[in-house]
């Protein structure tokens, strides 16, 4: 039972928009799968084991006891906090969210609760979290951390069947007591010695949790710390992988949660859309399956113009190394936002929409007359757009281009802006080109 009587669950609108104002100017952000499976990266007796790698416990049905011992060889002394934040901040992330737990339940700080941690079970012996933190605090990058509900090694939440056990009994009572006597310590450690700005819990469809529980849970967390963001699968109001909530009840979470994909429109509900870049969260050897970096900016640039942020996802291997093709990806889009990152952070979803098809996405500039129209499709000549107009006399530009460009406005075809080549040779190489466009709404 949280310690204050107040009922975050009731804050006013105005608090609310105050809380989540700077995660709503971030737009993006990192996430980070990272554990023990790390060790066994997706093979299991010498075969690649389907589906995602963070998931091999219980895909494979690998006992427990086995399982521990990957526990016991992880040693990423390749890590480097440092290093890692920078390469977040160099891709234009605003935040990053760690896995502290995942369904696995290895801990990847030094847990006063278990022994089964980075800093008590393993050969590095060294609090990734505590690293990370400082890192992050020192180059100006907010932390989170992913945190799962849901764990398959302690022996009250689903030790027994996720090992390939049977189902024991009093499972709700047992998983009572997970809830009161070891999650939520974790939670008060996690977030009295890491100060995470974000808390994303994970794993909250067990039916053992109920919604009087994900309530609590919120409202606890909320009292350790009341600036706090965290996601909607703190409670059972997440529908599907699409990630919002179901219409019918007052379910806790400040933000929706969509999961490898990004929202079909915009929502009421504030919204992440987490994805990967290949097809796994934690390291796999064998999956190879990157998407391209124009893509990924495609995601982000899409979220943006419906309103929602992207969390991208990097597993580094069990040495502590990002995987060559993620960083590849990361410093193409840091390029890419280094000249087109305004038309990205702080802005929200034109209420108009402007809608111009697959190649175009449109943001507005937050208290101001810009919006931004993004295109996949290189500008030759002239860059048409119907459903915009600007204000006669109005400025528009080319993002890495230093002077206005030329346009014209017609009633019947709409707004034509001219593209010279040469300002297209000036700005070069680029997945996307982002044009400024002064409107008075
Ligand atoms: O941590 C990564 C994955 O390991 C984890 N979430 C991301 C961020 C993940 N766990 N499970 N899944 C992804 C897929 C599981 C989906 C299901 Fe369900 C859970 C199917 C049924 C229960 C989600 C909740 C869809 C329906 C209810």
Request: contains cysteine; charged residues 30%; proline residues 5%.
């Amino acid at each position: 039972v949280p310690e204050k009587s107040v009922n975050y669950l009731e804050e006013s609108e105005e608090d609310f928009d105050e809380r989540m104002a700077w995660w709503r100017d971030a737009r993006f952000g990192m996430f980070i799968h990272w554990g023990a499976y790390a060790v066994p990266a997706g093979r299991y007796q010498g075969k690649e084991v389907a589906s995602v790698g963070e998931w091999i416990m219980q895909n494979a049905k690998i006992p427990i006891e086995e399982y521990e011992e990957y526990a016991r060889k992880f040693n990423p002394t390749s890590f480097d906090a440092e290093k890692w934040v920078a390469t977040a901040k160099d891709a234009g992330m605003k935040y990053m969210v760690i896995t502290s737990k995942h369904h696995d339940g290895f801990c990847l700080w030094d847990s006063e609760v278990t022994d089964y941690d980075i800093v008590d079970y393993s050969p590095y012996g060294k609090d990734i979290l505590k690293a990370l933190s400082e890192a992050c605090k020192k180059q100006g990058i907010k932390f989170g951390l992913y945190h799962s509900i849901m764990d398959w090694h302690h022996p009250d939440s689903h030790a027994d069947t996720y090992a390939g056990g049977t189902p024991s009994e009093n499972n709700e009572a047992r998983f009572a007591n997970y809830l009161e006597n070891y999650l939520k310590p974790q939670l008060k450690e996690l977030v009295e010695n890491y100060d995470p700005a974000i808390l994303w819990f994970d794993g909250e469809w067990e039916k053992e949790f109920t919604h009087r529980q994900g309530q609590e849970l919120y409202q606890y967390v909320r009292t350790l710390k009341p600036e706090i963001i965290i996601n909607n699968r703190v409670d059972k109001g997440r529908k599907g992988m699409q990630g919002m909530n179901k219409e019918d009840s007052d379910y806790a979470g400040d933000f929706g949660t969509p999961e490898q994909e990004v929202l079909a429109g915009t929502s009421a509900l504030d919204w992440e859309s987490c994805m990967t870049m290949n097809d796994t969260w934690g390291y796999k050897t064998d999956d190879k399956n990157w998407k391209s970096s124009q893509n990924l900016i495609r995601h982000l640039v899409d979220a943006a113009a419906k309103g929602g942020n992207y969390l991208l996802n990097i597993g580094p291997d069990a040495a502590g190394n990002i995987p060559e093709a993620s960083l590849e990806r990361l410093d193409d889009i840091g390029r890419w936002m280094k000249v087109n990152g305004e038309a990205v952070y702080g802005t929200e979803s034109p209420e108009s929409g402007f809608e111009e098809g697959d190649d175009i996405r449109f943001t507005a500039k937050k208290s101001t007359p810009f919006c931004y129209a993004v295109t996949f499709k290189r500008p030759e000549n002239t860059f048409r757009l119907k459903n915009l107009k600007p204000e006669a006399g109005s400025e528009i530009r080319l993002l890495g281009y230093e002077q206005p460009l030329t346009w014209d406005y017609q009633e019947d075809s709409g707004l034509a802006i001219s593209v010279p080549a040469t300002v297209l040779e000036q700005v070069g190489e680029t997945p996307a080109w982002t044009f400024k466009i002064e409107t008075r709404k």
